[in-house]
Structures are given as C-alpha cells and as structure tokens.
C-alpha cells in the first residue's frame, strides 16, 4: 500500500493523558498535513511541513499540541493533557513538494477522551 | 479570511436522479485553488478535482461535472444518474498560498444520501 499511513486507528485515553499519532506521508512527498474533523464538520487545518520544516501552524494548535517532522518523512502529532474537547478524528494528508497538486489523505486517526 | 461555504447540509435522491452540491467560497487572495473531496463511510478523503482560479471552463469526468463561475465566487458539482455508491459526504476547499502551499480550507460537507 504506497498510500498515506496513519496509526493508530483507533486511540481511546482518559482525560490528562499524553496521546501520540503517527503519520507516513506518500514515498517523496515533500508536504505533510494534519488536520483535525469532529463529527458533522469538515476538515480543520492544523499544521504544515514542508520537509522537515513547519511552515504553517493553526490557532486551534494550543500549546498542548505539537507536531515534528524530524527527518523530512514521516510525522507525529502529540497531544498533551488530553481534554474531552480534544476528541476527533485526526487526518495526515501529503502532497508533492513542486507545483499545485492535490493533497492525499490517510484514514486517520479517532480519538475518543473519556 | 478564506471561507467556504456548503448550505447544503443533506441532499436525499432516489437512484437515477441527477443532484447538484452547491458551494460558494471567499477569498481576497486573486490566485486560489479550487477542490471537491469524496468522503465514503470508510472516512478517508477521496480527491476528486483540483481548479485554479484562473480557469473557468466547466469540466466533465463521467457522470460528474463541475461549473465554475468566479463572477458568483460559486464552485458547484453536479451527479448525473446518481448511484448508490455516490453516498458520502462530499466537501468542497478553497487553497489559498500560505508558507509555500496552497493549503487547503474545507467546507462543513454536504452528506449526499443515495436511495435505491
């Protein structure tokens, strides 16, 4: 499967604890995406690589989020002190590094806080 | 700000029927991209058309078509002879350039409910 990859799946934590996702973006695709979706909504921009490099951040990224792209491949999302807010389907989508083009979306990840 | 907007929150048709996805966008950026994304049941999101805002022509793939009017800021889908498998929840984005990409902005979805 040459697709994004995303694991977990599922995650389901209690309140306060620290969650990670990971991301393997599309082999040589330069660009990496998060995004976050809650039920009945649409994706939500959270974070941006370009390489290594981390070029956009949304607001919605409290300081209790961060994301690292340590060698320009694949990417984790970590979430600290994890709030019942913070439950969501998490999305890593990648696209080629030149031009335009489309990003490609993983499964994602569901996080359930309880 | 960049905005989309998807009034359609859900379209019900019987099989065979054609439906149009509405959506209308906002921007101040004059170089933008367009999309439409298939979400299925399975969740993942399915690219299905990528627009620049300097080309207007209508384009056709299939039993999909899309109408780009810049003059209504309008980006709209339409199905003809739905399908049961058309069923999903389809979002329309706006790509404005921010550190180097045209990162994507999504609108809520409008769940398409194809009945046989």
């Known amino acids: 499967d040459t697709g994004v990859s995303q694991n977990p799946r599922h995650k389901i934590t209690k309140r306060g604890q620290n969650v990670t996702f990971r991301c393997d973006p599309i082999?040589?695709?330069?660009?990496l995406y998060w995004y976050r979706q809650t039920l009945g909504q649409g994706p939500e921009f959270l974070t941006y690589?370009?390489?290594?490099?981390?070029?956009?951040k949304s607001r919605l990224l409290s300081d209790r989020f961060s994301a690292e792209r340590p060698k320009g491949s694949f990417s984790t999302l970590e979430i600290q002190r994890t709030e019942q807010g913070d439950s969501a389907m998490y999305l890593c989508a990648s696209s080629p590094g030149t031009g335009v083009t489309e990003a490609f979306f993983g499964q994602g990840t569901r996080l359930t806080v309880v | 700000a960049q905005k989309v907007t998807q009034a359609q929150t859900e379209i019900s048709v019987v099989e065979k029927e054609d439906v149009t996805l509405d959506c209308v966008y906002e921007?101040?950026?004059?170089?933008?991209?367009l999309f439409w994304y298939k979400q299925p049941p399975s969740g993942e999101l399915v690219f299905l058309i990528r627009r620049n805002s300097f080309d207007e022509q209508n384009e056709i793939s299939g039993r999909y078509s899309w109408n780009f009017q810049k003059s209504t800021s309008s980006f709209n889908f339409t199905i003809t002879a739905s399908q049961v498998v058309d069923s999903a929840v389809y979002f329309c984005?706006?790509?404005?350039?921010?550190?180097?990409?045209?990162?994507?902005?999504f609108g809520r979805g409008t769940s398409l409910i194809v009945h046989p």
């Open positions: 690589f370009q390489n290594e490099a981390q070029l956009e």
């Open positions: 082999s040589e695709h330069n660009r």
């Open positions: 984005a706006l790509g404005g350039l921010s550190g180097g990409s045209y990162i994507p902005t």
């Open positions: 921007t101040r950026d004059t170089t933008y991209y």
